[in-house]
């Protein structure tokens, strides 16, 4: 069993950057593989990036690619996600996921969530 939490998110304007947390429970969780994950107002969730346990494996979805950047501490039970350049498109609720399946963009692959922290950009 994993407990994740995220932190991090606010009220920002186009051009500025945050971190993201998820700071998860449980002694093992460095062999789960993590992923952010997005949803916006109206939207459906959508993949942003994915990172394997040992932080080498890494994607990211096009739109985020280049801006964003995701990486993990297992000595902290830590994952994080960098948000430089933040435009007001990226504006939803970012949430943290976890797995020992497999690496995927998929929501449905992911057994563990956050409850999400609200990420708004303004331009």
């Known amino acids: 069993q994993v407990q994740l939490v995220e932190s991090g998110g606010g009220l920002v304007q186009a051009g500025d950057s945050l971190r993201l947390s998820c700071a998860a429970s449980?002694?093992?969780?460095?062999?789960?593989?993590a992923a952010w994950f997005r949803q916006a107002p109206g939207k459906e969730r959508e993949f942003v990036a994915f990172?394997?346990?040992?932080?080498?494996?890494?994607n990211y979805a096009g739109s985020v690619k280049g801006r964003f950047t995701i990486s993990r501490d297992n000595a902290k039970n830590t994952v994080y996600l960098q948000l430089n350049s933040l435009q007001p498109e990226d504006t939803a609720v970012y949430y943290c996921?976890?797995?020992?399946?497999?690496?995927?963009?998929?929501?449905?692959?992911?057994?563990?969530w956050g409850q999400g922290t609200q990420v708004t950009v303004s331009s």
């Open positions: 990172i394997g346990w040992s932080g080498s494996d890494t």
């Open positions: 449980g002694r093992t969780f460095s062999s789960y593989y």
């Open positions: 996921a976890a797995d020992r399946g497999r690496l995927s963009t998929r929501t449905y692959d992911y057994r563990y």
